[in-house]
C-alpha cells in the first residue's frame, strides 16, 4: 500500500480502470471456459451454456456478437481456443459442429423402383421402413423433416410425415409416382446436392444398384465404368461435402430385376443402404451432439463408412501399467509420447505397452478401427500392432484418469533390439473391406453371394471415394523410445 501511494494520480487511476474493466468484462466467460476444459465437459450442453453467458449480458460481450445480437460461434470458437491453448498442458475443443445451426433439417429421398418394392411387404420383417422410420425420430420433435420419393425423378411425398410413419405399404400407397422401371442417380445425386442448404442432412435409401435407362446391348463393364466416372464428377463439383453409407439387411420377397437376364423371384435377405450427404461440420455434429445420437450409429447397420475425413488428431494416453505390458520403461512428460530408459522383458526381449486412444471422433465403425490390417505400423525393430475397444468393465480406480474418455486401447508390441525406435500408427484412408465384400459383377441368380451383395456397388462407392478422398490417413501417432 505504500508503494501505492506514491505513484501518481493519473497511474493510479489507470490500474483502477483496467481492474475494473477486467471484472466486468470477461472475467465470467473466461472462468467459465476454463471450468468446462479443465472438466472434460466439452458437449453441446456446455457450450449453450457459456453462450447464454454472452447473450444475458451485451453490453459486456458486444464483441462476440452479431449485429442482431446472436452469438458469432467463429468469434466465440476463437475466444475458446486462446483460453485452451494458454493451459497448461495447451487444450482444444471443437466448438464447429455447435456453431451458426442450432437445429438440423432432415430431407429424406426415398427410392421407388421395381427391385426396391419386395422390401416393404405385408409377410416380411419390415427392416427397410424402420430403419427410415428410426432415422427420422433420431431427429427431435419439431425438425423440419422434408420426404421425396425417387426413381426417373424427385418427386415430393404427398402426405404427412406422421402419415408416413404410420404407412405400412408405403410402395403400394406411393404407386404410380414416376417411372419405377429406372433409377436416374446422375439426376438425384446433382439434385440433393444442389438442393442443399446450411444445416440440411439428407438422405438417400436406396439398394444402390445402378440402372439407367436404354442399357440394352451395354456391357456390364461399360456400365460399372460409366457408374463410377458420375458418382466421381458428382461429389467432386460440391466440396465442403461428407457422406456417410450405412449398410442393412432386409427381408426381400417378389421379383427380382438382374441387370442381364429374365426377372426372378426371391425371398430371403437382400442389402439397402442409407447415403447420409451433409456439409462436413454438420456431419461432424451429427457424431458429436447427443441429440441426433443414433443417426450415425444405428443399431440395425451391419456396416458403414464416413467419406470425406480429413486427417484428425487422436488423443492418446500411455498405460504405465496393463495386463498386456511386457519389459519396462518410463513415459516422459512434455511434448509428444516418448517412452525412456526402456528394456525388453528378461525371458524374450521384447516390448510391449498400451495406448488409450480416442477414436470417437473418426465416425468409424467398430469393425474398422479394430481391424489392425487396417492400419499401417512403421518402426525398425517392427513393431505389431492389435486394437481393442474399452469395455466399462476394464475401468478401475487405478486407471480411470488413463482411461476416461477414450474409446480403444492400442497395444504395440516388438522386439527392443535398437538405441533408438521411433513407432509410426496411422490408419489408412482407403475403401473399407466390406464395399469389396458387398459388391458383386453378376446378379443373374440367386446362388454364391446374392443375399449378401450389391450388384456393382465397389464401383459406385469407389466414385464416392475418388472424388472426395482426403489424405492419405485418417490419424497419425508418432511414439520415441529411448533406451
Not at 466486468?24 to 451454456?49: E, F, I, Q
Not at 469395455?391 to 486401447?409: F, Q, R
Not at 466390406?434 to 469407389?462: I, K, M
Request: glycine content about 10%; charged content about 20%.
Amino acid at each position: 500500500m505504500k508503494n501505492m501511494r506514491r505513484l501518481p494520480v493519473w497511474i493510479l487511476c489507470c490500474v483502477m480502470l483496467a481492474g475494473l474493466a477486467a471484472c466486468g468484462g470477461h472475467g465470467k466467460l473466461d472462468k467459465a471456459v476454463r471450468s468446462a476444459l479443465v472438466s472434460g465437459d466439452t458437449t453441446r450442453a456446455a457450450y449453450d451454456s457459456l453462450c447464454s453467458i454472452v447473450t444475458q449480458d451485451p453490453g459486456n460481450y458486444s464483441d462476440l456478437l452479431t449485429p442482431e445480437g446472436k452469438v458469432d460461434h467463429k468469434k466465440m470458437a476463437q475466444f475458446i481456443e486462446d483460453i485452451a491453448s494458454h493451459l497448461r498442458p495447451p487444450m482444444h475443443w471443437n466448438t464447429r459442429p455447435y456453431g451458426g445451426v442450432d437445429d438440423l433439417s432432415l430431407t429424406i429421398y426415398f427410392e421407388r423402383s421395381g427391385s426396391m418394392v419386395p422390401y416393404d411387404q405385408r409377410g416380411g420383417g419390415g427392416q427397410l421402413k424402420k430403419a427410415v422410420n428410426d432415422l427420422i425420430n433420431h431427429f427431435p420433435a419439431g425438425s423440419k423433416v422434408d420426404i421425396n420419393i425417387v426413381n426417373d425423378g424427385i418427386y415430393p411425398y404427398q402426405h404427412t410425415v406422421d402419415e408416413f410413419l404410420q404407412d405400412r405399404d408405403i410402395y403400394q400407397s406411393t404407386a404410380g409416382i414416376g417411372d419405377a422401371s429406372y433409377t436416374d442417380f446422375q439426376l438425384i445425386f446433382n439434385k440433393i446436392l444442389e438442393a442443399q442448404r446450411p444445416g440440411n442432412v439428407s438422405v438417400l435409401v436406396s439398394d444402390l444398384i445402378y440402372s439407367p435407362k436404354d442399357t440394352h446391348g451395354v456391357s456390364l463393364d461399360k456400365i460399372f465404368n460409366e457408374e463410377n466416372s458420375l458418382a466421381t464428377r458428382a461429389f467432386a463439383r460440391y466440396k465442403g461435402k461428407s457422406v456417410v453409407v450405412q449398410q442393412f439387411m432386409g427381408d426381400y420377397s417378389g421379383k427380382y430385376y438382374p441387370y442381364n437376364g429374365e426377372p426372378f423371384n426371391y425371398s430371403g435377405k437382400r442389402p439397402f443402404y442409407l447415403v447420409i450427404i451433409a456439409d462436413s461440420d454438420v456431419m461432424d455434429q451429427l457424431a458429436q451432439d447427443k441429440r441426433y445420437s443414433g443417426v450415425l450409429d444405428a443399431d440395425a447397420a451391419r456396416n458403414s463408412y464416413r467419406f470425406n475425413q480429413g486427417t484428425s488428431e487422436v488423443q492418446c494416453r500411455v498405460l504405465p501399467e496393463w495386463k498386456d505390458n511386457a519389459g519396462r520403461f518410463r513415459v516422459k512428460h512434455g511434448e509428444g509420447i516418448v517412452l525412456a530408459k526402456c528394456q525388453g522383458d528378461r525371458e524374450t526381449g521384447k516390448l510391449c505397452f498400451s495406448m488409450a486412444a480416442n477414436l470417437g471422433g473418426l465416425t468409424m465403425d467398430d469393425a474398422l478401427l479394430t481391424n489392425a490390417a487396417n492400419y499401417q505400423v512403421q518402426s525398425i525393430d517392427g513393431y505389431t500392432l492389435a486394437v481393442q475397444p474399452i469395455d466399462p468393465s476394464m475401468v478401475t480406480a487405478n486407471n480411470k484418469d488413463y482411461l476416461e474418455g477414450m474409446t480403444h486401447i492400442l497395444t504395440l508390441t516388438g522386439d527392443l533390439k535398437s538405441p533408438r525406435d521411433e513407432i509410426h500408427i496411422s490408419l489408412r484412408n482407403e475403401l473399407p473391406g466390406w464395399v469389396h465384400q458387398s459388391s458383386s459383377d453378376n446378379d443373374t441368380s440367386t446362388g454364391g453371394s446374392f443375399a449378401t451383395t450389391t450388384l456393382g456397388l465397389e464401383q459406385l462407392l469407389g466414385g464416392m471415394f475418388d472424388a472426395m478422398k482426403g489424405g492419405s490417413s485418417y490419424f497419425d501417432v508418432t511414439i520415441e523410445l529411448q533406451r
